[in-house]
């Protein structure tokens, strides 16, 4: 295999995945913890490729097709997931004027 | 490094199309710069207020979370056509079912009046 | 290549979605479908799924998995699905009155509850990763919304905001284990990453990959079914969504998540049989110990019953760190007789609710028995249930749990789960004593509720009580529907 290795896709794919459970965790802004659990599915959806590309140059060519299918689905269900949370960060936004997560505070967090 | 050939050639493409048209939009454009060209560009409106407190309708959220659903499904039907040959009618009546169900969710948006901008 | 009729076996589930969405359609022309219509609706197309699912299992059923091995109908998914299509049936006919004061579309309500058991259904059903991955998103989106479906609420918007966050990071959390064990095995297929994984381990090979594999999507599981340490969202989801979503999160949400995990680590995860009970019985401790502590400190009902239901998550989990017979048919009786229970007791409060979450406190319930005494006998059946006592079927449950576990050699897990139901007396009983002994300052006769609510909880008092009398018939049904063991 010519190129950049397998495991450097899977090493960038696992600091992604933390860079974007940490942002998740400590971010404020709605929107900037969506964008880090966004950050979380994709970083997600290169390790799944990354995986399948491991699978089919050792000659496993359904094995790869498992992953390839996943990653498809991925997009799709976090495209979904994106369009829920964005709808309930405007409703939320229209009743408070803000989306702040730490004024998010009528129950105890 | 023959893998990389094809990719080269596609940065070549972007790079001379981009060059291309910056530099014909130079030799076409008016020279001058006036008020106008600093002024936030709405799509050939007359901008109300300034770009920083000016709030945008809500309904361009909407238009655009309606966009991104209906755009990423387009994902599945790409290894359809693909392989349309041999997945054959089966194939063709499974994709009629998913684009079925989504004009379901079209049509319910639609009803619902999100498309409206008024 | 698929066999196309093999999709018969899915006739149930593509029932239920088309239905979902034919009243997504009525409920968004015009001025939209009336709540009772759509109610009806909705409890037709549950009742016609039961019946296709009852066709289909007859038809097909079988430990086979079908559809390019996506999914798998056995006796055990019979019994879930029967049981998820029971707990959206009593979830429908508690809604009505929530829906009709808050001036909600009752369409669109009723569609998404639909759609959420749709993806439940699947998920019981799922027999590879990918499939039991994608209905898992199918049940949650539909969750989110339905937690914040009066958008005009604050409280409900803030549930809502918060269980998405969480839901997307620990679906996050889920997906980037199952990518690890697809990297060590090459398979998302339930069967085949048994059998890879059985390898894999023998040999040695591949161990952080497994390891920090199944541990994330164990967590991802842990969160779903809302056991601790993972339960931060629970209590502020559960107080601040409309009660009758509550009652469903809390009832065919949790079986259905409880069905999955147990799935995977049963029939996906066997050669980590030693690793999962672990895991799993400090996982059952910390949420019996956290949801039942924490319960004694709220004066809000529905706050205590969000933490109650951390720590009968713990229970639950008992029964599946055995990994035994005798352990997953006291799980499967567990999840029946809990889910009448909880719908019953939701049902109670939304009730006694009005508007702007008033009527939610302890001192709320002061002198029910003199007011209500229907209303009043019916919520002490559910505590006492909730409890562990006879005659219920609460006690039952929780004893064949105990059981079960004190068999399989975990006594020290069992012994928790006795101090902790001791423990849980202070605060389920503190409910019985403001409506008994307590008296309130308002004495005249409440009104008879709605037809609809009072049979359901009339319904779920019923088979509470019937279940601790006799427990025989139904735990010959769910000793009938297991899966093999690890």
Redesign the interface.
């Known amino acids: 295999m ?2 950049v290795p397998a495991t450097w896709y ?1 090493l960038l794919s696992a600091a992604l ?1 933390c860079i ?2 940490a942002g ?2 400590t971010r404020r802004n ?1 929107i900037t ?2 964008l880090s ?1 966004e950050l ?2 994709n ?2 959806n290169l ?2 490729v ?2 399948a590309r ?2 089919s140059a050792s000659g ?1 060519l359904l ?1 790869s097709l ?2 390839k ?2 990653v ?21 936004y ?3 004027r803000e989306i702040d ?1 730490n004024r ?1 505070n ?4 | 490094m023959a893998n990389y050939l094809p990719i080269l050639v596609f940065i070549l493409v972007a790079v001379l199309f981009l060059a291309a048209s910056l530099i014909a939009a130079r030799l076409l454009r008016d020279a001058g710069m006036g008020r106008t060209n600093r002024e936030p560009y709405e799509c050939g409106n007359e901008p109300e207020t300034l770009a920083l407190d000016h709030r945008f309708s809500i309904r361009y959220y909407l238009i655009a979370v309606l966009f991104v659903i209906f755009d990423v499904e387009t994902v599945f039907l790409f290894p359809w056509a693909v392989m349309f040959d041999q997945l054959a009618l089966f194939g063709f009546i499974e994709m009629m079912i998913f684009i079925a169900i989504l004009v379901v969710g079209y049509i319910y948006v639609w009803k619902r009046g999100a498309l409206n901008w008024a | 290549m698929i066999d196309p009729t093999e999709f018969w076996l899915l006739a149930p589930e593509i029932f239920l979605a088309v239905a979902a969405m034919l009243l997504l359609v009525a409920g968004s022309i015009g001025r939209g479908v009336r709540n009772r219509p759509a109610a009806a609706v909705a409890l037709l197309s549950l009742v016609a799924t039961a019946l296709l699912v009852l066709w289909a299992y007859g038809k097909g059923g079988s430990s086979e998995a079908f559809l390019a091995g996506m999914f798998v109908l056995d006796s055990y998914a019979l019994f879930l699905k029967l049981l998820l299509l029971i707990a959206t049936g009593l979830t429908v006919t508690i809604s009505g009155r929530f829906l009709e004061e808050g001036g909600y579309r009752p369409g669109e309500y009723y569609s998404l509850i639909l759609f959420a058991a749709t993806g439940m259904l699947f998920m019981v059903s799922g027999y590879s990763l990918l499939s039991i991955w994608i209905s898992l998103e199918l049940m949650a989106l539909s969750s989110y919304i339905l937690a914040g479906y009066f958008k005009r609420e604050r409280k409900s918007n803030e549930a809502a905001l918060k269980y998405f966050i969480l839901g997307a990071l620990s679906s996050g959390v889920l997906l980037y284990g199952i990518s690890l064990l697809y990297g060590a095995t090459g398979t998302v297929h339930v069967g085949e990453l048994a059998a890879r994984l059985g390898d894999l381990v023998s040999t040695g090979e591949q161990p952080i990959l497994i390891a920090v594999g199944w541990l994330l999507l164990a967590i991802g599981l842990y969160f779903k079914v809302a056991a601790a340490p993972f339960h931060v969202w629970t209590p502020d989801v559960y107080v601040g969504a409309p009660t009758p979503v509550t009652a469903f999160l809390a009832s065919a949400s949790k079986i259905a998540s409880f069905a999955i995990l147990i799935r995977i680590l049963f029939e996906a995860l066997p050669a980590l049989k030693a690793d999962w009970q672990l895991i799993t019985a400090l996982v059952a401790c910390i949420s019996m110990i956290w949801g039942n502590l924490a319960a004694l400190t709220q004066d809000n009902v529905k706050r205590m019953l969000a933490y109650s239901s951390i720590g009968h998550a713990g229970y639950i989990l008992i029964g599946v760190l055995c990994a035994s017979e005798e352990g997953l048919w006291a799980v499967l009786f567990y999840l029946l007789a809990y889910a009448f229970i909880t719908l019953g007791a939701f049902g109670t409060v939304i009730i006694l609710e009005q508007r702007e979450y008033a009527g939610e406190t302890y001192s709320d319930y002061a002198g029910l028995a003199r007011r209500s005494p229907f209303l009043a006998a019916s919520m002490l059946v559910f505590m006492v249930a909730l409890t562990g006592i006879p005659p219920t079927g609460g006690f039952f449950g929780k004893f064949y749990l105990f059981a079960a576990a004190v068999e399989a050699g975990w006594i020290w897990v069992a012994l928790v789960g006795v101090l902790t139901s001791a423990i849980s007396l202070f605060f389920y009983f503190g409910i019985v004593v403001q409506m008994y002994l307590k008296p309130s300052e308002d004495t005249t006769p409440r009104p008879m509720p709605a037809v609809g609510l009072a049979s359901t909880i009339a319904i779920c008092a019923i088979v509470t009580v019937l279940l601790g009398l006799v427990p025989g018939p139904l735990v010959e049904l769910a000793k009938a529907s297991l899966i093999p063991l690890p």
């Open positions: 010519t190129g899977l995945f974007g459970a998740a965790l709605g913890i969506f659990i979380m599915l970083s997600v390790s799944i990354a995986y491991i699978a496993s094995a498992d992953g299918v996943l498809l689905f991925v997009l799709a269900v976090a495209a979904a997931e994106a369009a829920v949370g964005l709808a309930l960060f405007i409703a939320v229209r009743n408070r997560i998010l009528l129950m105890r967090w």
